[in-house]
């Protein structure tokens, strides 16, 4: 039976070293059939995301340490955040996911047009979750709470307030903050790629190239996209809703 | 594995792999629509629940929904229920290094004590 396959597949190989007599054009010479290109793409865009779970994962671990050696600081620090903001962003990333699942849809469809449209949604839901993003940061270094750059907790009564009776200080909420922008940041630079990459899909399903079985690339990028919406599915309960969240602002009511 | 062999060694590109569409994953659309409104439900509840001070039980409760959210756009979005087995084993593989370094990690600094920080 293995060897069987072994000849079999070495003469593929001859068969089709010269230019895939047999197979369509978007098959790569080095490969034997679509099928075994499919398998091989698709194990190399796993391991890819398996680099990229690596890479947010030092971060999630990173935040996983300081909370549990400041709790009251990351309890404190999450209250400054707008959670009617985030929710809007799970939500618009969350449809977008589904946007994007349409888009593979249409594209094995062999719909160029659905496709197109698909994936400009995608496209749109991804820059109102950058838009939003860019608000909140904005509000976040108005209200003097992004280390480095405007950072000036210690010079807020409110702040100082929040901190009494508690074994914290600034420095520690600054902590919460440097993990927010790293995470939402190193999150953000992915959904710009993302962007892009949708931008340059669109184009190219504009001009059909994914169809007659070409779709697996609308696959691939789907796979990133969903990927980075996972991402945001973690960061989102522990960046926001650490616990006990009060509508109207700074509670900070920690016991 | 037979019915790979089959398309592999026959010459003709025959049935159902004439268009090339067989070869990707077709799931009915339905499908999307429902994992879509079961991970809003989900948002909703992780919400509600944030509202309430729950103390330790607010941690688990939001990362018990987050896991189900991310399984559902990973079995659904992903196709991972659709694929391949060898394709499961390298999902799962970034899964297991990412415990192994948690596990171990915070087990070292959960067995002994906080490291002492500057302005502590």
Redesign the interface.
């Known amino acids: 039976m293995a060897s069987e396959?072994v000849t079999?597949g070495q003469h593929?190989v001859a068969e089709h070293a010269a230019d895939h007599p047999?197979g369509?054009a978007y098959l790569h010479h080095h490969f034997?059939?679509?099928?075994q290109q499919?398998?091989c793409t698709?194990?190399g865009m796993?391991?890819f995301?398996?680099t990229e779970?690596?890479m947010f994962?030092?971060l999630f671990?990173v935040y996983?340490?300081y909370r549990?050696?400041y709790p009251d600081a990351f309890h404190i620090g999450s209250h400054h955040l707008n959670?009617t903001l985030g929710?809007g962003n799970?939500?618009v990333l969350?449809?977008s996911?589904?946007t994007?699942?349409?888009a593979v849809?249409f594209a094995?469809?062999?719909n160029p047009r659905m496709t197109v449209i698909c994936l400009g949604l995608t496209w749109i839901l991804g820059a109102a979750f950058i838009g939003i993003k860019a608000v909140e940061w904005t509000t976040d270094y108005r209200e003097g709470l992004v280390p480095g750059l405007n950072w000036t907790y210690y010079n807020h009564e409110e702040g100082l307030r929040e901190l009494a009776n508690k074994p914290i200080?600034p420095?520690?909420v600054m902590m919460y903050f440097v993990i927010y922008f790293s995470m939402t940041g190193l999150h953000a630079i992915h959904m710009i790629i993302g962007l892009i990459l949708v931008g340059v899909f669109m184009r190219y399903a504009a001009k059909g190239q994914f169809n007659?079985?070409?779709?697996?690339p609308v696959?691939l990028m789907?796979?990133y996209w969903?990927?980075v919406?996972?991402v945001w599915?973690?960061l989102?309960?522990?960046l926001?809703?650490?616990?006990?969240?009060h509508?109207g602002g700074l509670g900070g009511?920690a016991? | 594995m037979a019915a790979?062999?089959a398309?592999?060694?026959g010459?003709g590109?025959d049935h159902s792999?004439a268009?090339?569409?067989a070869?990707?994953?077709?799931?009915p659309?339905r499908v999307?629509?429902w994992?879509?409104a079961a991970?809003?439900v989900l948002?909703v509840i992780?919400?509600f629940?944030?509202?309430?001070?729950?103390?330790e039980w607010?941690?688990f409760i939001?990362?018990t929904?987050?896991v189900i959210?991310?399984l559902l756009?990973?079995l659904?979005?992903?196709?991972l229920a659709y694929?391949?087995r060898?394709?499961r084993v390298?999902?799962g593989?970034?899964?297991f290094?990412?415990i192994i370094?948690?596990v171990l990690?915070?087990g070292d600094?959960?067995a002994r004590q906080?490291p002492s920080?500057p302005?502590?």
């Open positions: 396959t079999a593929a047999h369509p034997d059939d679509v099928e499919r398998e698709s194990l796993w391991s995301l398996a779970i690596m994962g030092g671990f996983s340490l549990w050696l959670i929710t799970t939500f969350l449809f996911s589904l994007m699942a349409m849809h094995t469809e062999n200080g420095q520690h007659g079985g070409n779709d697996q696959e789907g796979l969903h990927f919406d996972i599915v973690f989102f309960p522990l926001y809703l650490i616990a006990g969240f509508p009511g016991p | 790979h062999d398309t592999h060694h010459h590109h792999h268009h090339g569409e070869y990707a994953v077709h799931v659309t999307y629509y994992n879509f991970l809003m948002l992780t919400l629940a944030a509202y309430f001070d729950l103390g607010n941690l939001a990362m929904i987050a959210k991310a756009i990973v659904f979005f992903m196709h694929s391949t060898l394709v390298f999902a593989a970034a899964l290094w990412l370094m948690f990690t915070l600094y959960f906080a920080m302005g502590h």
